[in-house]
């Protein structure tokens, strides 16, 4: 998990309910950085409250919201450990943790509760680069569906669990990170960096909550672009089956 400034104040509740699952984490790590960058401000020393599970808060430098997996991933690379990743403003049904882990198997080492397979990338009119554009698209959600789907893309802080044996080491490349932008957006990198299917599982109706916030987050006007970039890691295959789900999304609506 990666901690920004103005949600520190959902720690006791994060770590709170992720004692209470029915199958608790065997370890949680914390990761936060002295420096501002985008909607974080910084945080100088992250204490951390009382729990009974072993929580660790781990300085790194600031990438965005990758920071949930990048550090995390290269710590345990060489382990047969599942990673689990979680947002910093959300809470879990009692199951979570057992339910995505009873998942995981030889077909599915990718499990989480949302992700899309729909996307275009299009030459913005203005800049003239090519950005990343969802217009229409399906996200689906563990709660609307029985059985697992699918999915090209799975929402990383959505309760994405993976093996991190799983992970291509070019993740850790610091020349590629820069080059995709990955400071503005980290969900297709992940996918494009572990190169097996990925499923979205069913869940109850009421599987997470919504934790309040101080302050509203909005996407920064590089995510486009970024997510473009990064999409090209998937390869023209994916790209043009991204595409052509979305041609279909579009003629249903029509």
Known sequence: MAIIASRVCNIPAIL????????PPDKVLLHFSNEPWHHDDGISNLRLPA???????VCVPNTGSSRKYLFAAERYRRTKASILLLDDDLTWERGLIENLHDHQNAYRRVVGTRGWSQFQIVEDQLSGEM???RPNAVTVIGKNIYK???????????????????VNCRMFDSGLQKAVSLG?????????????????????KGFYRKLKTPTALFRDPHTAR???????????DVIRRAAAYLEVSDAVLA
Do not use: C, H
Not at 51 to 57: I, K, Q
Not at 161 to 166: L, T
Not at 190 to 198: C, F, G, N, T
């Open 184 to 204: 503005y957006s980290d969900e297709v990198f992940l996918s494009a960096m572990i190169p097996y299917r990925k499923f979205v599982i069913p869940m109850s």
């Open 148 to 166: 697992p789907a699918e999915v090209i893309v799975t929402s990383s802080g959505w309760a994405t669990m993976f093996y991190a044996e799983d």
């Open 131 to 133: 950005i990343f554009q």
């Open 51 to 57: 729990s009974p599970l072993d929580v660790e808060a």
């Open 226 to 236: 970024a997510k473009a970039l990064q999409a090209q890691l998937l390869g023209d």
């Open 16 to 23: 709170k309910n992720l004692a209470r699952q029915s199958r």
